[in-house]
T-cell receptor
Framework: DSGVTQTPKHLITATGQRVTLRCSPR?????VYWYQQSLDQGLQFLIQ???????AKGNILERFSAQQFPDLHSELNLSSLELGDSALYFC???????????????FGPGTRLTVT | GESVGLHLPTLSVQEGDNSIINCAYS??????FIWYKQESGKGPQFIID?????DKRQGQRVTVLLNKTVKHLSLQIAATQPGDSAVYFC????????FGSGTKLNVKP
């Protein structure tokens, strides 16, 4: 158990809909990262927050947005869902900002999103 | 663009043998490299990391080798066990994280 929690574990929704994925980092960690993992794309970095502020941005679509709240939990919002958005979405946390520093990331169990 | 590639998508080894998983990267300015293990149905798990100012680092049964000249990273697992069966990702951190597509390690009993 990494100490990172994600809810829900599974999510099935229709195209065009909007969903929210939730992540709680390990106790004491200030950074939260979001990743998308699909069969043909591997693990793709989406976005990182550090202590409530956006720190780094990866291949995140404009239909997706995220935020980190004062209690450090984070939410990833996916809107106007398409079939291609079906994937595993992982959240990870680390102690520090991570950028340029070797702060170990701890991954949650993931949320499996299926868009039908 | 940035890329992290893996030489072999699947590797099968006999229990007790040593495993070597390879990875090529494209950004010579990257300063930090990580290997992750992902078991079926679980999130990636940190195995070992290495900074660019090192060429070798050892952990428990694992060794990471970094060859900056040819931009190549490898993970060596000694005395591979059935519990090592998983997908292994290499990644590097240069402003953000880039991950390889993964190598599946099958350990035959």
């Amino acid at each position: 158990d990494s100490g990172v929690t994600q809810t829900p574990k599974h999510l099935i929704t229709a195209t065009g809909q909007r969903v929210t994925l939730r992540c709680s980092p390990r106790s004491g960690d200030l950074s939260v990262y979001w990743y998308q993992q699909s069969l043909d794309q591997g693990l793709q970095f989406l976005i990182q927050y550090y202590n409530g502020e956006e720190r780094a941005k990866g291949n995140i679509l404009e239909r997706f947005s995220a935020q980190q709240f004062p209690d450090l939990h984070s939410e990833l919002n996916l809107s106007s869902l398409e079939l291609g958005d079906s994937a595993l979405y992982f959240c990870a946390s680390s102690l520090g900002p991570g950028t340029g520093a070797p702060y170990e990331q701890y991954f949650g169990p993931g949320t499996r999103l299926t868009v039908t | 663009g940035e890329s992290v590639g893996l030489h072999l998508p699947t590797l099968s080894v006999q229990e007790g043998d040593n495993s070597i998983i390879n990875c090529a990267y494209s950004n010579s300015a990257s300063d930090y490299f990580i290997w992750y293990k992902q078991e079926s149905g679980k999130g990636p798990q940190f195995i070992i990391d290495i900074r660019s100012n090192m060429d070798k680092r050892q952990g428990q049964r694992v060794t990471v080798l970094l060859n900056k000249t040819v931009k190549h990273l490898s993970l060596q697992i000694a005395a591979t066990q059935p519990g090592d069966s998983a997908v292994y990702f290499c990644a590097y951190n240069f402003n953000k994280f880039y991950f390889g597509s993964g190598t599946k390690l099958n350990v035959k009993p």
